[in-house]
């Protein structure tokens, strides 16, 4: 337990939070791939931003969507897309919700259907779907055009190889590096770390221009 393990390298702890969170961790019941840290960030942001529209692209089983759309309703406002290659594993207390829309499809081939639903509302994205770079830079330049100004694109799991030795390589860190360099209207905010643990380093991309 924790008081016996202080001399516990930073890289440890998060191999042992790892296997931790893919037990996996659940959520009103529902399992959800995400890191404790990281998900009280998201709920800052849907309490900073009141995004109309969350689109989470990689659903899983939909604890993660699940607790979004709770989010949104302590806010007060905003509903849930979720995207996702299969749609198999997700229980009926998700896909029954008012406030979540499902849409089952490659990301990548599914966006005008996702966008319809978005409708040019104020739209926060997280992805976390394929990890591997081609994917993911992908997913960030098209989905990235649903953000406005002062909006987030988060990019999930760029701990892989950069925390973890673990996922692809070159994986979504890489992915964030090379759509920074090509899409100057975004910036790491590396504010939103500030736990210091987070599965997205360098992955809360806010839209500045
Ligand atoms: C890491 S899991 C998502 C975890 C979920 N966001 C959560 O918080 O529990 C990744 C998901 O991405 C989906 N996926 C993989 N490739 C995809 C693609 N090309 N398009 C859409 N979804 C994809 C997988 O089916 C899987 O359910």
């Avoid at 207390?93 to 409708?119: K, M, Q, Y």
Wanted: aromatic content about 8%.
């Amino acid at each position: 337990m924790m008081e016996k393990m202080l001399d516990l390298p930073l890289r440890d702890v998060l191999h042992r939070m790892q296997a931790s969170i893919m037990q996996p961790s659940t959520y009103r019941g529902v399992p959800a791939l995400k890191s404790p840290t990281d998900a009280w960030v998201y709920d800052e942001l849907i309490h900073e931003l009141r995004p109309d529209v969350i689109v989470e692209v990689g659903v899983n089983c939909g604890g993660g969507t699940l607790r979004l759309a709770d989010m949104c309703r302590a806010v007060g406002h905003g509903k849930v897309v979720g995207v996702d290659i299969s749609l198999a594993k997700v229980p009926a207390l998700v896909r029954d919700d008012p406030s979540i829309t499902l849409i089952e499809g490659p990301a990548l081939d599914v966006f005008d259907e996702v966008r319809w639903h978005t409708n040019g509302a104020n739209v926060l994205v997280i992805e976390d779907s394929a990890h591997d770079f081609f994917h993911t830079l992908r997913v960030l330049h098209l989905y990235s055009t649903l953000v406005h100004v002062g909006g987030y694109l988060i990019c999930e799991d760029s701990i892989c190889h950069h925390g973890l030795d673990h996922g692809p390589k070159p994986g979504p860190y890489e992915a964030i590096e090379t759509f920074l360099q090509e899409n100057q209207s975004f910036v790491a905010d590396r504010s939103r770390e500030r736990f210091l643990v987070t599965w997205n380093p360098n992955g809360y991309l806010k839209r500045v221009n």
